[in-house]
């Protein structure tokens, strides 16, 4: 706790003429003055998410990791980390990044840090807010599971970005529903009728 934030950093010098600026001198670890959920206040130096991706993947047994396509430039370093710690023996398998677009929906706030300000801030009542673009929001304004599924296979994988309406998310809610839905009809506001030319013979 010497230095403040930003004042050093922990460079990886890999290759200075790479075209890749992430292949150059990326920065590993930087000081960071913030409690650990785990250690606590006894570290003020943390990874770099690019650094340590890669080994929690590879540490963790993970196949394939799937990142939207802001992170394609940034796959060299993941495969050249992971690849440095499989070489080192420290683990027994080698992970695989794999990117494609983000699902967009129109009108609709799907940034985790604006959606973590709406909870933290009050605004909702919390991530299964129904308000909330969340599973756990979702599921509580009444979607089904089988929905969900639905809407994502219909929307498959692409490598374009893409804003979809939110009305191909409620047609599939919809379409699930009808089949599962129990109906009933109801007369809300009943009418008395009195019918007089009725013989009593026939009734």
Excluded at 5 to 30: C, F, H, T, W
Excluded at 60 to 74: A, K, M, P, W
Excluded at 108 to 120: D, M, N, P, W
Aim: with cysteine; charged share 30%; net charge negative.
């Amino acid at each position: 706790g010497d230095y403040p934030e930003g004042k050093y950093v922990l460079r990886a010098k890999i290759d200075m003429s790479s075209p890749n600026l992430n292949m150059r001198d990326p920065v590993i670890y930087r000081i960071k003055h913030e409690s650990h959920q785990a250690t606590g206040d006894e570290w003020c130096i943390y990874p770099m998410y690019d650094f340590s991706h890669p080994i929690a993947d590879a540490a963790e047994g993970v196949t394939h990791s799937l990142c939207t396509l802001e992170f394609e430039d940034h796959r060299p370093l993941y495969d050249w980390v992971a690849e440095r710690v499989f070489d080192a023996g420290l683990v027994d398998r080698l992970p695989r990044q794999i990117e494609f677009s983000r699902l967009n929906l129109k009108y609709t706030v799907l940034s985790k840090r604006k959606l973590i300000k709406l909870v933290e801030d009050k605004h909702v009542t919390g991530w299964d807010d129904p308000r909330m673009p969340t599973l756990s929001g979702i599921r509580r304004r009444g979607v089904p599971p089988a929905a969900i599924r639905l809407f994502c296979e219909r929307m498959g994988i692409s490598k374009s970005d893409s804003n979809i309406d939110f009305s191909i998310m409620e047609d599939c809610a919809r379409e699930v529903m009808d089949d599962e839905s129990p109906r009933a009809f109801a007369i809300l506001e009943p009418l008395k009728v009195t019918i007089t030319n009725w013989e009593d013979d026939k009734l």
